[in-house]
């Protein structure tokens, strides 16, 4: 006669949990990886922007053709597929890039995420809604004291100016390691598209200095205040600075040499004359 096989309860109970504990940390994995390389170009409920917004979008397309889209973007869309043509197309031509780490699992988890966060009735990744209210000088003015660094970023993210610039600043500050952003607010297309990329900034020198270090709303509506006064005044491109800049440095080199020239003839007459003297 057989006997049934029975696991203690709490045994059970301890497997259930683990399973839990597993699914728990793909789940956040995947909201990470969502927030730090997704954001940027695309929302879920928020509304198009680079990228089509995410919502439901396995009702528009099927998930072994989305796992097979997020694995290699450029792969899909050099095969001639006209759905991935189409979303180029859409796009304005902007690729989707590679991400970072992707695998099969990590693409099968963030659909899942993405599934998740449709059946909400506002999503955590819908992104910031910024309105067309006109900001007040009030925003503008801590926009700028963020950008230079006067008011330090809440979780310890480093300020703007350390890599870039926007045309009024004084004095020809700003750094160079990054593009010059007086005109940025006009590149990304407004205010939506523009707290998106801040709230997730994706390129490769910014993902991993703000990996886990995102700025808040109450930093990103006063930079977006600032960028757009900035696009709005048409400030002088810092081109025309480092051009005005040059010609400075020009005219002090030929200065320097005019006075070198002076100083070495006047030299070169002295020793003449004391020769001549020495010769008579």
């Not at 209210?133 to 660094?149: K, S, W, Y």
């Amino acid at each position: 006669m057989k006997t049934a096989c029975r696991w203690p309860s709490g045994a059970i109970l301890g497997l259930a949990l683990l399973v839990l504990s597993v699914h728990s940390a793909g789940a956040q994995e995947a909201a990470e990886t969502f927030r730090q390389t997704c954001m940027s170009c695309h929302t879920i409920g928020g509304g198009r922007l680079v990228g089509p917004d995410l919502k439901n979008v396995e009702e528009r397309q099927d998930r072994e053709w989305l796992a097979k889209f997020i694995l290699d973007p450029k792969g899909t869309m050099d095969s001639g597929d006209p759905y991935a043509l189409k979303l180029r197309e859409e796009a304005g031509g902007a690729l989707m890039p590679p991400v970072p780490g992707m695998t099969s699992k990590r693409a099968e988890a963030l659909l899942d995420l993405i599934a998740a966060e449709s059946a909400l009735e506002t999503s955590q990744f819908a992104g910031l809604d910024l309105g067309d209210e006109p900001f007040t000088a009030l925003d503008i003015r801590r926009g700028e004291e963020i950008f230079v660094g006067y008011r330090k970023l809440v979780n310890g993210g480093p300020a703007c100016l350390s890599c870039h610039t926007v045309g009024d600043l004084p004095q020809l500050s700003g750094g160079t390691l990054g593009p010059d952003l007086t005109r940025v607010f006009e590149r990304l297309q407004g205010r939506k598209n523009l707290a998106s990329w801040l709230l997730a900034p994706a390129t490769e020198t910014m993902l991993p200095v703000f990996a886990g270090r995102a700025m808040t709303q109450e930093e990103i509506v006063p930079l977006v205040a600032f960028f757009e006064d900035v696009a709005q005044q048409r400030r002088e491109d810092t081109g025309s600075a480092r051009l005005l800049f040059l010609l400075l440095g020009l005219g002090g080199a030929a200065f320097g040499f005019v006075l070198a020239d002076g100083l070495w003839r006047r030299r070169f007459r002295g020793v003449r004359r004391q020769l001549v003297r020495g010769g008579r």
